[in-house]
């Protein structure tokens, strides 16, 4: 694999990511994360979502009006979003985890990381790394909303993936963590840790 | 190629559209049948919880087959009443062909009985009288972000609550969503009484329900409210003074008279279990 592959696949995961540095996706990552279990299922949805779509406006990108290009990106991003909304209702496994994520699924169309990645990436490149690109994207944006969810749902319910652990221990579910406002302030820490790893993102 | 040509652009957008469509509306179609199915055996298990048989948990494991195949074992009888507590019809309740209401029909029967510009006939209301003595009759209402509704099955006394479960589309997770979520607020249904006679049949009291020195509720029909979620719990209650009142001439029809204990039925008034 070429340097600048690699470089596509391992930029969104942490120099690049596209929420702690580009800040997109933040609506639904403040949305999603208070359990892990939903907080992964959300994370392969937008893996599939930002991956598949890639590729495909990739492969038409030469074909596409330039004047009515967002609207095709639109009509493919909601097809994939439906698709996988229907697949998820359609297993005895995932349908429980569906109806508990209800709207965010659905929601994944507004999710700026899809339509950011194809403005920028897939529309002038070919479609293998487009669909890398949308993948690590996705990946990218499904590791912070894990590292979120973990500590929302361990000191909000007491559990990790619906498994007891502090609850056991006489521990009080903290109720503030389950509401929004503490994921902005779980994001808001993990920034501020990116950004006194990484100097060069840092304002003069 | 000049792909800014009006001509071009129309036909592209179009062609994209009608492929898209396509392929979305064969997908809807073929996959209809397996989100039925989960919807029904997803239903089914909440009144299998409801009616005390197991937790929704537990049944959540055993899979759609065995959900079916135990409604199938436990479920007495079903049918639908109107408002004046006469039977309609009855339901299927074979193991092929298990009728029960999705939460779409309870939608349609939600506008039924309150009236208003989306009535589309009168009310026909589901009743379920399993095994064990219990009968399940659902609610359905708003609550703050979308429907909300549920289960709640009786004693044989027709007044005695035996459980109750409620599911939401997209209420408050860790708030509101403890109406399903939260055991204990589940639990706290059981033993309580509805009071059919009185407008406010059941009631989810804010600031919470008169209590006594061991914190047992000391008024039959009235519990706490969830801390956090007063438009939930709002939505809830009225939902379940709603529905219950529109079963209200069937309750009264056929609970047992002179009876005090929630064991007892018939013309004896004897609990089976003394």
């Given amino acids: 694999m070429n340097a600048k592959l690699k470089e596509t696949i391992l930029n969104p995961l942490f120099k690049g990511n596209p929420i702690t540095v580009l800040v997109l996706g933040i609506c639904s990552s403040l949305a999603v994360t208070v359990t892990m279990k939903g907080a992964l299922v959300m994370a392969l949805s937008v893996i599939v979502v930002t991956g598949i779509s890639s590729l495909i406006l990739s492969l038409l990108r030469k074909t596409i009006p330039g004047r009515v290009r967002i609207i095709v990106q639109l ?21 429980a985890i569906d109806k508990q994520l209800s709207v965010y699924i659905g929601l994944i169309i507004t999710n700026c990381i899809v339509m950011g990645r194809i403005e920028a990436f897939a529309l002038g490149n070919k479609p293998w790394p487009s669909f890398l690109d949308g993948v690590a994207n996705g990946a990218g944006y499904g590791l912070i909303l894990l590292i979120v969810a973990f500590f929302r749902e361990l000191l909000g319910s007491g559990t990790l993936f619906g498994i007891d652990i502090l609850n056991r221990f006489g521990y009080v579910p903290n109720n503030l963590v389950i509401l929004p406002p503490f994921a902005l302030i779980l994001l808001g820490c993990i920034v501020w840790v990116q950004r006194s790893i990484q100097k060069d993102l840092q304002e003069k | ?98 009728e029960v209401y999705s939460p779409k029909q309870l939608k349609r029967q939600n506008y039924n009985i309150k009236g208003g510009p989306n009535k589309t006939g009168d009310p026909e209301l589901p009743v379920f009288l399993f095994k064990n003595g219990r009968t399940v009759v659902p ?43 939260d055991p204990s607020f589940q639990a706290e249904f059981i033993g309580e009484k509805a009071d059919f006679a009185d407008a406010n049949v059941f009631d989810i009291v804010k600031g919470g329900a008169p209590k006594d020195a061991e914190g047992k509720s000391v008024v039959d029909n009235k519990i706490d409210a969830i801390t956090g979620a007063t438009m939930t719990s709002n939505g809830l209650d009225a939902a379940i003074d709603t529905w219950l009142a529109a079963y209200s001439a069937w309750f009264s029809a056929n609970a047992p008279k002179g009876c005090d204990k929630p064991c007892c039925s018939g013309e004896d008034h004897k609990c089976e279990e003394e």
Avoid: C
């Avoid at chain 2, 899979?63 to 009443?81: C, H, Q, R, S, W």
């Avoid at chain 2, 599911?167 to 860790?174: F, I, K, L, R």
């Fill in chain 1, 75 to 95: 009509v493919v991003v909601a097809m994939m979003v439906i698709l996988v909304d229907q697949i998820l209702k359609s297993f005895e496994a995932t349908y």
């Fill in chain 2, 1 to 98: 190629m000049n792909t800014n040509n009006n001509l071009y652009t129309v036909i592209y957008t179009s062609v994209i559209v009608i492929v898209v469509a396509a392929l979305l509306a064969f997908v809807s179609q073929s996959l209809k049948s397996r989100q039925d199915a989960n919807e029904k055996a997803d239903t089914i298990s909440q009144m299998l919880t409801a009616a005390g048989y197991a937790s929704k948990a537990e049944l959540g494991k055993l899979g759609n087959t065995a959900v079916l195949d135990k409604y199938a074992a436990e479920i007495e009888k079903a049918f639908v009443i109107d408002l004046e507590g006469n039977e309609l019809r009855t339901l299927g309740i074979e193991r092929e062909g298990i």
């Fill in chain 2, 139 to 181: 609610i359905y209402g708003a609550g703050l972000w979308g429907p909300i509704w549920g289960y709640i099955s009786f004693e044989k006394d027709l007044g005695t609550i035996g459980g109750a479960y409620f599911d939401h589309e997209s209420e408050t997770a860790g708030l509101g969503a403890k109406i399903k979520d």
